[in-house]
């Protein structure tokens, strides 16, 4: 687990970076590239693209599960935070839609003869009707088992994108922009240099630019990439129908390092290239909205460099898009990391002399009912340790549920509750714990307090009381073996909490104590 980042004072220094021939050529290819993607997101604006999306958009079922959460999210609003709005719930809707029910990611196809892994044999020529939806990009796969061969066309247009409903971030990032447009957000498309795209909403609850990663189902967590991926970021850019904004400073909480990164073209070139670029796009707009442009860029600048910067909780995982070997690869996953988070109880628990939490994975949501309900979103953000375990979303089946890692042999997950500093005395201990199993995999329960140990049972019941709890025990420690299994799916056949994705109300994880 990478060490939670100590707040980063926002002193950038820029580096000098000379004017030679080779940096010309450099901030030329810049230039070409920012005006040509520039250009690209005004195809966001059709009328006739925006009714193509309009028409798979479950628009009346997203409102309505928005209006449901509205009060319940902001019931959990904590002191200085401000409220979240109708659209805001709107956008947590969009991400959850678009990537567990609307948009799968492609890593390589199976073979439609003989359902062997394909494997990668190069690129291949577009045709003719590859190039009318702008894909220049075409994959070649081949069989190894019967010859067989295929092709990925990396299609650019979001027109056919909800048509093939498939692809890597660009695809997705590409097509959840148009959605977004399409329901009127404020949104741009944001391309990072080291190779990932996202989308950005303006929030006018907030009162600024929301990050959006559909591909991660991630929202308002900046800085996951730089803490969480590890990315070494460069240049991230921000295009929308208004304007074009270098966003970088967003994304990190190391300036100093990221500026130092940064070759690609003078730090004066590319602010006054970005002014011009957006001057001419702004140049018919009536005075009031360049006006408001304007003074929302000064407020945005002034975000991206207020004094400190903190890594938040839901910042610190890996990548979850893609295939492990391919995440694996390119350095952006927590994989096999611990996350040492420890619920301890609040002054209202302590008051109520009651701990109650819940974590339904169809929400991927911990809710402590004994402390007014307040919410973690991401099971990651409750667990004391884990290992080789990832959250899985089976969208043909509409399943959700916890198992180990593609690959690996057995899987560890624990949590742990403490309250060593309160003064209390443990009545009773109620844990309720669900597992399913396929073919011969395994999952072990124990549940610890102090130097007692409780093995799980089949019910997926412990309750404790009485001369169980004669040592007084201050804290507990729930933990979970997953193993075994056979054939390519092992992996898969030990699951925690398994459930209907569409099962929200029901809570498979519960642990409940009482206290003297």
Same mark, same amino acid.
């Given at each position: 687990?990478?060490?939670?980042?100590?707040? !980063?004072?926002?002193?950038?220094?820029?580096?000098?970076?000379?004017?030679?021939?080779? =940096?010309?050529?450099?901030?030329?290819?810049?230039?070409?590239?920012?005006?040509?993607?520039?250009?690209? !997101?005004?195809?966001?604006?059709?009328?006739?693209?925006?009714?193509?999306?309009?028409? =798979?958009?479950?628009?009346?079922?997203?409102?309505?599960?928005?209006?449901?959460?509205?009060?319940?999210?902001?019931?959990?609003?904590?002191?200085?935070?401000?409220?979240?709005?109708?659209?805001?719930?709107?956008?947590?809707?969009?991400?959850?839609?678009?990537? %567990? #029910?609307?948009?799968?990611?492609?890593?390589?196809?199976?073979?439609?003869?003989?359902?062997?892994?394909?494997?990668?044999?190069?690129?291949?020529?577009?045709?003719?009707?590859?190039?009318?939806?702008?894909?220049?990009?075409?994959?070649?796969?081949?069989?190894?088992?019967?010859?067989?061969?295929?092709?990925?066309?990396?299609?650019?247009?979001?027109?056919?994108?909800?048509?093939?409903?498939?692809?890597?971030?660009?695809?997705?990032?590409?097509?959840?922009?148009?959605?977004?447009?399409?329901?009127?957000?404020?949104?741009?498309?944001?391309?990072?240099?080291?190779?990932?795209?996202?989308?950005?909403?303006?929030?006018?609850?907030?009162?600024?630019?929301?990050?959006?990663?559909?591909?991660?189902?991630?929202?308002?967590?900046?800085?996951?990439?730089?803490?969480?991926?590890?990315?070494?970021?460069?240049?991230? /850019?921000?295009?929308?129908?208004?304007?074009? !904004? #270098?966003?970088?400073?967003?994304?990190?909480?190391?300036?100093?390092?990221?500026?130092?990164?940064?070759?690609?073209?003078?730090?004066?070139?590319?602010?006054?290239?970005?002014?011009?670029?957006?001057?001419?796009?702004?140049?018919?707009?009536?005075?009031?909205?360049?006006?408001?442009?304007?003074?929302?860029? =000064?407020?945005? /600048?002034?975000?991206?460099?207020?004094?400190?910067?903190? +890594?938040?909780?839901?910042?610190?995982?890996?990548?979850?898009?893609?295939?492990?070997?391919?995440?694996?690869?390119?350095?952006?996953?927590?994989?096999?990391?611990?996350?040492?988070?420890?619920?301890?109880?609040?002054?209202?628990?302590? %008051?109520?002399?009651?701990?109650?939490?819940?974590?339904?994975?169809?929400?991927?949501?911990?809710?402590?009912?004994?402390?007014?309900?307040?919410?973690?979103?991401?099971?990651?953000?409750?667990?004391?340790? !884990?290992?080789?375990?990832?959250?899985?979303?089976?969208? #043909?089946?509409?399943? =959700?549920?916890?198992?180990?890692?593609?690959?690996?042999?057995?899987?560890?997950?624990?949590?742990?509750?403490?309250?060593?500093?309160?003064?209390?005395?443990?009545?009773?201990?109620? /844990?309720?714990?669900?597992?399913?199993?396929?073919?011969?995999?395994?999952?072990?329960?124990?549940?610890?307090?102090?130097?007692?140990? +409780?093995?799980?049972?089949? #019910?997926?019941?412990?309750?404790?009381?009485?001369?169980?709890?004669?040592?007084?025990?201050?804290?507990?420690?729930?933990?979970?073996?997953?193993?075994?299994?056979?054939?390519?799916?092992?992996?898969?056949?030990?699951?925690?909490?398994?459930?209907?994705?569409?099962?929200?109300?029901?809570?498979?994880?519960? /642990?409940?104590?009482?206290?003297?």
């Amino acid at each position: 687990m990478r060490k939670k980042q100590a707040a !980063v004072k926002a002193n950038p220094v820029q580096p000098v970076v000379a004017l030679t021939p080779e =940096v010309q050529e450099m901030e030329s290819a810049f230039k070409s590239q920012l005006a040509h993607e520039f250009e690209r !997101v005004l195809i966001y604006e059709s009328p006739a693209l925006q009714e193509k999306a309009r028409q =798979v958009l479950p628009i009346q079922e997203m409102h309505e599960l928005a209006r449901k959460n509205l009060s319940t999210v902001n019931s959990a609003v904590g002191k200085g935070e401000k409220p979240l709005d109708f659209q805001d719930c709107v956008l947590v809707e969009l991400l959850k839609w678009f990537k %567990n #029910d609307f948009f799968s990611w492609f890593d390589a196809p199976s073979c439609p003869q003989c359902q062997s892994n394909m494997k990668a044999t190069g690129s291949l020529p577009p045709t003719d009707e590859d190039l009318k939806w702008n894909g220049n990009r075409v994959e070649g796969y081949s069989c190894q088992a019967c010859d067989t061969t295929d092709r990925f066309v990396r299609y650019n247009h979001p027109a056919k994108l909800l048509e093939t409903r498939q692809g890597r971030c660009g695809e997705w990032a590409n097509c959840f922009t148009l959605f977004c447009r399409t329901l009127g957000m404020d949104a741009r498309y944001v391309h990072d240099h080291t190779d990932h795209v996202w989308t950005e909403v303006y929030s006018q609850s907030q009162g600024r630019w929301l990050h959006a990663d559909s591909c991660e189902n991630k929202m308002d967590t900046p800085l996951m990439y730089e803490c969480g991926w590890g990315k070494k970021l460069t240049y991230i /850019i921000a295009y929308s129908k208004d304007e074009l !904004v #270098d966003v970088t400073w967003r994304y990190t909480a190391n300036q100093n390092e990221v500026l130092r990164r940064r070759k690609k073209c003078r730090e004066s070139w590319l602010v006054s290239t970005i002014l011009e670029m957006n001057k001419q796009r702004q140049a018919a707009f009536p005075e009031p909205k360049r006006k408001f442009l304007e003074h929302r860029l =000064v407020a945005e /600048i002034a975000e991206f460099f207020r004094a400190e910067k903190h +890594y938040k909780e839901s910042e610190n995982e890996g990548r979850n898009s893609g295939s492990l070997a391919w995440r694996l690869a390119r350095g952006e996953t927590l994989y096999g990391s611990s996350q040492n988070y420890i619920f301890k109880l609040t002054e209202k628990e302590v %008051n109520k002399k009651e701990f109650l939490v819940k974590y339904s994975p169809a929400r991927d949501e911990y809710i402590r009912i004994s402390s007014d309900g307040e919410v973690r979103k991401g099971w990651q953000t409750g667990i004391k340790e !884990v290992k080789d375990v990832f959250r899985k979303h089976e969208t #043909d089946w509409k399943t =959700v549920y916890l198992a180990r890692c593609e690959g690996t042999s057995f899987g560890e997950i624990s949590w742990q509750v403490d309250w060593s500093e309160t003064g209390l005395t443990c009545k009773s201990i109620l /844990i309720v714990f669900q597992h399913s199993t396929f073919e011969n995999g395994s999952v072990s329960w124990q549940l610890c307090t102090g130097d007692k140990c +409780y093995m799980g049972n089949k #019910d997926g019941v412990l309750e404790l009381k009485g001369e169980d709890l004669n040592d007084s025990p201050v804290k507990l420690e729930l933990s979970a073996k997953l193993a075994n299994g056979k054939g390519d799916c092992a992996w898969q056949h030990a699951q925690l909490f398994r459930q209907l994705d569409s099962a929200t109300e029901q809570f498979p994880l519960l /642990i409940h104590i009482n206290f003297w």
